[in-house]
């Protein structure tokens, strides 16, 4: 896992969870600063005497969760457990000061939920303007102790230096998107239909290469994207009666 982190040697490193210390100690001894968080106390004694006497490795005995992040520049990498993922996910998204970079080691299904793989969910819809979520990698049952019956990879959240959409427009694109992908229209037209005339939405299918009848699922967060560009440009920007709710 260490050797495959695309961060650079004294980089911040936040692990969340730091167990018996194992990964912690791989982290520090490939050259990164690390704030271990482990919140068993069991698990962190272990993790105390495993790193004892090492300058570059802090330890704390905390819950993450509820654990105030850094205001500066970091990076996350933690084994998540799987109870906490969306919870710890969600922590990292809408911190102060989100992470830099974070690799996470997380259930594939739910990374791929995130990440908006095979399709887009509202949850990789509502980040991805800020945040490159991705699946970084998979790794073998065999690596684990004892080996789980559920498939593990590395899920990848970095943020945009430049995000995708502007500051002053992140609420209403997540509206927009919260309204019209959210409420599970079964077609695209219809789900848009608050917003776009029948014209407008035939001339954005040809324009961007998605049939007016296809699912809204179906469409890519490239196509999402460039269609809440064209609404705020042509409706919200002109006509201030017509705002996303």
Same mark, same amino acid.
């Given at each position: &896992?260490?050797?495959?982190? $695309?961060?650079? $040697? %004294?980089?911040?490193?936040?692990?969340?969870?730091?167990? =018996?210390?194992?990964?912690?100690?791989?982290?520090?001894?490939?050259?990164?600063?690390?704030?271990?968080?482990?919140? !068993?106390? *069991?698990?962190?004694?272990?993790? *105390?005497?495993?790193?004892? %006497?090492?300058? =570059?490795?802090?330890?704390?005995?905390? !819950?993450?969760?509820?654990?105030?992040?850094?205001? &500066?520049?970091?990076?996350?990498?933690?084994?998540?457990? #799987?109870? &906490?993922?969306?919870?710890?996910?969600?922590?990292?998204?809408?911190?102060?000061?989100?992470? !830099?970079?974070?690799?996470? &080691?997380?259930?594939?299904?739910?990374?791929?939920? @995130?990440?908006?793989?095979?399709?887009?969910?509202?949850?990789?819809?509502?980040?991805?303007?800020?945040?490159?979520?991705?699946?970084?990698?998979?790794?073998?049952?065999?690596? @684990?102790?004892?080996? $789980?019956?559920?498939?593990? /990879?590395?899920?990848?959240?970095? +943020?945009?230096? /430049?995000?995708?959409?502007?500051?002053?427009?992140?609420?209403?694109?997540?509206?927009?998107?919260?309204?019209?992908?959210?409420?599970?229209? $079964?077609?695209?037209?219809?789900?848009? *239909?608050? #917003?776009?005339?029948? *014209?407008? /939405?035939?001339?954005?299918?040809? !324009?961007? %290469?998605?049939?007016? =009848?296809?699912?809204?699922?179906?469409?890519?967060?490239?196509?999402?994207?460039?269609?809440?560009?064209?609404?705020?440009?042509?409706?919200?920007?002109?006509?201030?009666? +017509?705002?996303?709710?």
């Amino acid at each position: &896992i260490v050797r495959r982190l $695309p961060f650079s $040697p %004294g980089d911040r490193v936040v692990e969340a969870g730091g167990g =018996d210390g194992r990964l912690t100690e791989a982290l520090a001894g490939a050259g990164f600063r690390v704030l271990a968080i482990e919140k !068993d106390k *069991r698990l962190y004694g272990l993790l *105390r005497r495993r790193l004892a %006497g090492r300058p =570059d490795v802090l330890c704390r005995h905390a !819950d993450f969760l509820t654990f105030p992040l850094p205001s &500066i520049p970091y990076r996350v990498v933690s084994n998540v457990p #799987y109870a &906490i993922t969306a919870a710890l996910v969600r922590k990292l998204l809408h911190a102060a000061r989100p992470p !830099d970079d974070a690799i996470l &080691i997380v259930q594939r299904e739910a990374a791929e939920k @995130f990440a908006g793989v095979r399709r887009e969910t509202l949850f990789s819809l509502l980040h991805k303007p800020w945040f490159e979520i991705s699946v970084a990698g998979a790794l073998p049952r065999r690596d @684990f102790v004892p080996p $789980p019956r559920v498939h593990s /990879v590395l899920l990848r959240i970095r +943020r945009r230096e /430049v995000p995708l959409v502007a500051g002053g427009s992140g609420p209403d694109y997540r509206s927009f998107i919260t309204t019209t992908f959210g409420h599970g229209a $079964p077609e695209v037209s219809h789900a848009l *239909r608050r #917003y776009l005339t029948t *014209r407008q /939405v035939k001339r954005l299918g040809h !324009d961007l %290469g998605f049939p007016r =009848d296809c699912r809204a699922s179906q469409l890519t967060f490239d196509q999402w994207l460039s269609i809440f560009r064209f609404v705020e440009h042509e409706c919200l920007g002109h006509d201030p009666t +017509r705002r996303v709710a």
